[in-house]
């Protein structure tokens, strides 16, 4: 394996947009959200392990356990799991992959719990009713006062 190379913040923002983008396409009854952990994680993965297959079948498959969770606040669990991956790539002597899967598992119900009530309650209604005004008014930027927020926030978060 080639030298190992931390992540840098464009690559983290980018795994947090992959997951912006995916964490609902992908909803099955088995897994619902894990394809988008994988497609969130799956280049930063390919960046550790790329010429250990195994390593990285390893990992693709850590991440298709089910996850479930309210998707803005999932940031924050993807950013501890990443940190995790990441510090599992760099020295696997130094936590059980286990251990990932057991912390994204415990995160999952709290924050799905914070998300469902802040966000889903509060805040994205404030942002819609801002961007439906200005929506009725004609404004093309509309979908993007709600779209814009969210992602800056998912960036935050992760």
């Known amino acids: 394996m080639a030298e190992f190379t931390k992540l840098s913040k464009k690559e983290v923002n980018s795994a947090c947009t992959r997951w912006w983008f995916t964490s609902h396409t992908t909803y099955n009854y088995q897994r619902l959200m894990s394809g988008g952990v994988n497609c969130a994680f799956a280049p930063v993965q390919a960046k550790w392990y790329g010429d250990d297959k195994g390593k990285l079948v390893e ?4 991440n298709m356990m089910f996850f479930n969770t309210e998707p803005r606040w999932g940031a924050v669990i993807l950013g501890v799991a990443l940190a995790l991956e990441e510090q599992y790539a760099e020295d696997p002597d130094s936590i059980d992959p286990e251990i990932i899967t057991d912390i ?25 009713s801002i961007a439906l005004s200005f929506g009725q008014q004609g404004a093309l930027f509309a979908p993007f006062i709600y779209g814009i927020p969210m992602l800056l926030f998912d960036w935050f978060c992760t």
């Not at 990992?59 to 850590?62: G, I, P």
């Not at 994204?104 to 819609?128: E, R, V």
């Open 59 to 62: 990992a693709l498959q850590r």
């Open 104 to 128: 994204k598992t415990s995160m999952m119900g709290p924050f799905a719990g914070i998300g469902d009530t802040f966000t889903q309650s509060l805040l994205q209604p404030l942002i819609l």
